[in-house]
């Protein structure tokens, strides 16, 4: 209550230039809030899914498994890494295959497509992150210093006040000094809650990219094992001369047995 009390004499003894100080201040205190309301409910969303699909994930074997089963995991970012993986790796599977032992796989060019996009994502996602994040650090290194600037400019205000009087005691200065101090409490009260609630976002969105850094990785080498076509370069053009004999052999077949179907010339006579 004294502080309540205190506060409330302040603010009434404050200059205009303090209020206006203030208000800013108030003004900023709010965004700050809004933030980080917002963003622990994203960090929380996006934990408690990203448990689940990795849970899911790691039950499966083939990456395009949880695609199949039409299994989705909203606000999960390595969901959305594998979602975009997946839909680049099925594009080049339907368009650009490369058929192995009756298997359709992909090219090192085609996995190298998939890598970009997995990389796009993870840039996304982090991004995503972070939005948001500039207007905590702003009321962490602005609201002290914005508060200091309307105490510095009230007690500016009372001492030039009090040279107009030219009545220098304590009881003159002391609603002018109250009221200028207003400003740096209400910095310090706007800077303290944004300083733990970045903190601990920073380090939880850090935790977060590594992994999707991580999932990343084994995603990647995980599609490379099963639908990369890593044969070695004899072992491909030992294929395709055995594809362009076989297409050799099946066009002479073709031509002789049309010769074979074609009367000769003067065989009537």
């Not at 404050?14 to 809030?33: D, H, Y």
């Not at 999960?76 to 339907?94: F, G, I, N, V, W």
């Not at 970009?116 to 002290?144: C, D, F, Q, R, W």
């Not at 310090?188 to 992994?211: C, D, G, K, S």
Request: net charge positive; with cysteine.
């Amino acid at each position: 209550m004294l502080a309540a009390n205190a506060a409330v004499y302040a603010i009434n003894n404050a200059t205009t230039e303090g209020k206006i100080t203030v208000c800013c201040l108030l003004l900023l205190s709010m965004f700050s809030w809004t933030i980080i309301i917002t963003k622990f409910r994203q960090l929380s969303i996006a934990r408690r899914a990203a448990k689940k699909f990795f849970a899911a994930y790691g039950a499966t074997r083939d990456p395009l498994d949880i695609k199949r089963k039409g299994e989705a995991f909203g606000g999960a970012p390595a969901y959305q890494l594998y979602r975009r993986a997946a839909d680049e790796l099925e594009y080049h599977l339907k368009h650009n295959p490369v058929v192995v032992k009756n298997q359709r796989r992909i090219s090192t060019a085609s996995f190298e497509a998939v890598k970009v996009a997995l990389e796009e994502a993870a840039a996304a996602e982090a991004m995503a992150l972070e939005k948001g994040m500039i207007v905590l650090s702003t009321a962490v290194a602005g609201g002290p210093f914005i508060g200091l600037l309307g105490t510095v400019w009230g007690v500016m205000e009372t001492f030039a006040g009090i040279a107009r009087a030219n009545a220098a005691s304590l009881t003159a200065m002391a609603p002018g000094v109250a009221g200028a101090l207003i400003a740096t409490v209400t910095g310090l009260l706007v800077a303290i809650p944004a300083m733990f609630a970045y903190n601990f976002m920073v380090t939880t969105i850090r935790h977060i990219t590594q992994e999707l850094d991580g999932y990343a990785t084994r995603y990647a080498t995980q599609i490379e094992h099963i639908y990369v076509d890593n044969r070695p370069l004899s072992e491909e053009l030992k294929q395709a001369n055995e594809a362009l004999a076989l297409s050799v052999v099946t066009a002479l077949k073709g031509d002789e047995a049309l010769l074979r179907g074609t009367p000769v010339f003067g065989a009537e006579r």
